[in-house]
């Protein structure tokens, strides 16, 4: 018998509208959750029609998380609801082959900002918002792993998503004696407009696997390093 609505569990979901965050959406619909997705902007997307299909069981909000007054204004409109996930979807790149020492203080601040500025900032202005033992995710890459870049390329992206990280770890630690689930997701190289036609793997083969990784640390407290298949990235 189908999950009534009533004890439906619920991901917030931040970064919904296509890719990754889209094809997540669409999977935990599928698990029978019930989903709140952001997109940026009043443009139709396919989280919209996805909406349509969901028979009330997705919720579509807007939100640029590179604006601090758009987080607290839908941070207000969330008023006093309690999700079992809160999860936050951001990533853009730059010339992968431009270097530290090229590329434009603009485009740096562009990168830093989306990649893991806005993302944490999410995560302060949401905090309440998760129910207790609710989970934490972040989308994060192997790519910002110290430990595992020896190729050098796409240096200003991996470190934005390095200092992600490391600010996950901060606030981790600030939080440890609530003892939530948190989780940095590493999705492996996926085909979407990021990660470019030549990527190792398809959504399909990707996030599904990063929804089961996600679903399996509730109730394990503390942060995570993590890739789809669950296993632990290096820092």
């Known amino acids: 018998m189908s999950t009534t609505s009533s004890v439906r569990k619920t991901l917030l979901l931040v970064g919904a509208s296509r890719g990754l965050g889209y094809a997540m959406a669409e999977e935990f619909l599928r698990r029978d959750w019930n989903v709140m997705g952001t997109v940026r902007g009043t443009s139709r997307t396919r989280l919209h029609d996805l909406s349509q299909r969901s028979s009330g069981r997705i919720e579509i909000e807007s939100v640029d998380i590179t604006r601090p007054e758009e987080i607290v204004a839908l941070r207000s409109r969330v008023g006093d609801r309690k999700f079992d996930i809160l999860f936050v979807n951001a990533g853009v790149t730059n010339d992968p082959a431009e270097t530290i020492g090229?590329?434009?203080?603009?485009?740096?601040?562009?990168?830093?900002?989306?990649?893991?500025?806005?993302?944490?900032?999410?995560?302060?202005?949401?905090?309440?918002?998760?129910?207790?033992?609710?989970?934490?995710?972040?989308?994060?890459s192997g790519q910002g792993s110290i430990t595992n870049n020896t190729s050098g390329l796409r240096e200003v992206y991996r470190g934005s998503k390095a200092a992600l990280n490391m600010f996950m770890r901060s606030f981790a630690a600030r939080r440890a004696v609530d003892r939530h689930p948190m989780v940095l997701m590493a999705p492996g190289w996926v085909r979407t407009d990021l990660g470019g036609p030549d990527a190792r793997l398809t959504i399909e083969e990707s996030v599904p696997s990063l929804v089961t990784t996600l679903l399996a640390a509730h109730g394990i407290p503390g942060l995570r390093y993590l890739d789809y298949l669950g296993r632990t990235v290096p820092w």
């Open 102 to 140: 090229e590329v434009a203080t603009e485009e740096f601040i562009r990168v830093m900002v989306t990649n893991a500025l806005g993302p944490m900032r999410v995560l302060d202005t949401f905090y309440d918002v998760v129910a207790d033992a609710g989970t934490i995710g972040v989308m994060t």
